[in-house]
């Protein structure tokens, strides 16, 4: 018998995802709960375990390639039974081979209205359930026993909405929607007045072929860097990009992390400057609420983030990521400190969530040491501003008639102009350059 493995509902919004990696081959044996493959969406890679033992008869979307959630990515022969299938349509939309014992999968209406079933504890005793680390990391958030729950997906995996209805929770999964009317004889106005976007009115222009040379060395377009290719065009193309600078002399901050570090370090937390820079974000971000929103083009409204979900950029081995400390002005700054560190070392290593990389209303982004003098990044969409964080060195400036050595940096704020003037641009960055040179300001905040 033939398992077809479709790929799973990796998130809430995920329709499809990338194969980065197959990490077995045709013809090979799996071990149930073996990792098999690794699948990105958005910029989280999620490692996928194979939910039954079985020989891989044939991998169905290769590395690099687009799959569907629902699209049978791998045929698993579960029993020894079955030979190579021959070259089919194996697309979500399109009806499994009656050769093959395919799972049945509910609909999206029945998944949604259907009651989950609850084992006792005895019966999930030793019990392996076929879950996306998104879905566990939901159960132990709402206190459910993963292991105590059949799944409703695919292949018997346990959904979101699986641990939400176990957890009394009401299902985010919306009912099938009404057969929709008979179309009007024309399109209602505000269809006729709202002009098509320009990039889906442009020809797509063919892909490029480079010609190389026999020494040259070629690497796989896919997985993390083209995702961070697909996002900067993005943001380029939809965003109307400006950018302004202003200098910061950051002399008395030095010297307070410096008093602060020992009182940091009996906490066990690391210090840097960076919590100082997220504090002062959030006061400004609360005193210009426009440079913490959105535009929803859909609807045509800007909408005010009332949340402030910080992103800081980090450099990893596969290119730039962005994880998020959510709700930071309801943290300290050694809080700060404290849960920054972890996650930006999973975010290097790759262990961080699909939760833990999206989401941000704002982000910050630095080189630390390698900050240079200035530079104009570009804003993490579908945000309209991101701070740019440069270099601390010794400068010798004008204080009161006099030249004096003081600890300079400069900030570089990128914003979209289409939703944030540039005077309001500039009095957010001037607000966060007055809290950094005078850092007991910002301890002084009320809101």
């Known amino acids: 018998m033939a398992l077809e493995f479709r790929l799973p509902d990796i998130g809430e919004g995920v329709v499809e995802g990338e194969i980065v990696r197959w990490l077995t081959a045709e013809g090979e044996t799996l071990r149930e709960d073996q990792p098999m493959v690794e699948v990105m969406t958005d910029k989280a890679t999620v490692e996928i375990p194979t ?8 991998i169905m979307v290769p590395a690099g390639k687009l799959c569907a959630v629902g699209q049978v990515m791998i045929v698993i022969d579960t029993d020894g039974t079955l030979g190579k299938p021959t070259a089919t349509d194996h697309a979500a939309t399109s009806a499994p081979a009656t050769a093959v014992s395919a799972p049945i999968v509910a609909t999206p209406a029945a998944v949604a209205t ?3 079933q609850v084992l006792s504890a005895a019966e999930a005793q030793g019990r392996k359930v076929l879950a996306t680390p998104a879905t566990r990391q939901l159960a132990r958030n709402l206190s459910v026993e993963i292991r105590t729950l059949v799944g409703t997906g695919p292949g018997g995996r346990v959904t979101r909405d699986d641990v939400r209805r176990a957890s009394g929770e009401k299902s985010a999964a919306k009912p099938a929607p009404a057969a929709p009317p008979a179309p009007p004889p024309a399109p209602p106005p505000v269809q006729v007045a709202t002009p098509a976007a320009p990039a889906v009115s442009r020809p797509a222009a063919p892909p490029i072929s480079v010609p190389v040379n026999a020494e040259d060395e070629r690497l796989p377009f896919r997985g993390l860097r083209k995702k961070i290719a697909e996002n900067m065009l993005r943001a380029k193309l939809s965003a109307a990009h400006f950018t302004y600078v202003e200098e910061c002399d950051v002399t008395e901050l030095v010297l307070l992390r410096k008093r602060a570090q020992k009182r940091a370090q009996e906490r066990g937390v690391k ?3 960076l919590p100082f ?8 971000l609360k005193k210009y609420p426009i440079v913490n929103s959105t535009l929803d083009e859909q609807r045509e409204e800007v909408v005010l983030r009332k949340s402030y979900h ?5 450099a990893t081995d596969s290119g730039l990521i962005v994880p998020v400390l959510r709700n930071a002005d309801r943290l300290s700054l050694f809080q700060i400190a404290a849960e920054m560190e972890p996650l930006a070392e999973r975010a290097r290593t790759g262990k961080a969530s699909r939760d833990e990389l999206t989401g941000s209303t704002f982000t910050i982004s630095s080189l630390g040491k390698l900050g240079g003098v200035l530079a104009t990044p570009i804003i993490n969409f579908p945000e309209v501003a991101i701070l740019g964080v440069h270099k601390i060195k010794e400068t010798p400036v004008v204080r009161d008639g006099q030249i004096v050595i003081r600890q300079i940096m400069n900030l570089s704020i990128s914003l979209d102009h289409r939703i944030v003037d540039g005077y309001e ?7 966060v350059v007055s809290l950094l040179e005078d850092p007991t300001l910002m301890f002084m905040e009320l809101t």
Do not use: D
Not at 51 to 58: K, T, W
């Open 310 to 314: 910080i992103g800081v950029a980090a």
């Open 425 to 431: 641009g500039a009095l957010f960055l001037q607000h």
């Open 51 to 58: 939910p039954r033992a079985g020989r891989v008869a044939q």
């Open 271 to 273: 210090l840097s400057f």
């Open 277 to 284: 820079l997220i504090k002062a974000v959030v006061s400004g």
């Open 114 to 116: 259907a009651p989950v």
